[in-house]
């Protein structure tokens, strides 16, 4: 099971991070406005060749090299709610970096769900 809470939360953290260099990737970019089919190949050509996103995309395939390698430990009852800690990695990463506001009653919840993160991994696994 240790070998599963390491790769998840690596898996976790790089997800994170990896959401957190999109956002920041988009947000130089901007908004998609122009729904018409030429315009939406253009827009999101620009978005793939942003180093923010490409950087951003490379972290979430690291994710999921991880998260095959935790299913390959253990049931996807384990490893799927293992990559909810991800919520607590983005809001804090959210904070530090893109200077976003978390509400109390969001950090409530992110809390719930890594109280639920830990009760399923104190049940072990295969």
């Known amino acids: 099971m ?3 809470a390491i790769a998840m939360t690596f898996a976790a953290g790089s997800a994170a991070y990896g ?11 901007g908004s998609l406005e122009n729904y018409a ?3 939406l190949i253009a827009y999101f050509w620009h978005a793939l060749c942003n180093p923010y ?4 995309t490379i972290l979430n395939a690291v994710f999921y090299f991880l998260f095959m390698a ?12 293992f990559s909810a800690i991800e919520y607590g990695f983005v809001a804090v990463l959210a904070v530090m970096l893109l200077k976003e506001n978390v509400p109390t009653v969001r950090w409530i919840g992110i809390g719930l769900v890594i109280i639920g993160v830990m009760l399923i991994a104190r049940g072990g696994g295969e």
Do not use: N
Not at 19 to 29: A, Y
Not at 53 to 56: K, L, Y
């Open 53 to 56: 996103v490409i950087g951003g």
């Open 70 to 81: 935790a299913l390959s430990w253990t049931g996807v009852t384990v490893a799927v709610p």
């Open 37 to 39: 089919p030429l315009a």
């Open 2 to 4: 240790l070998r599963v």
């Open 19 to 29: 959401q957190i260099l999109v956002r920041r990737g988009m947000l130089q970019v």
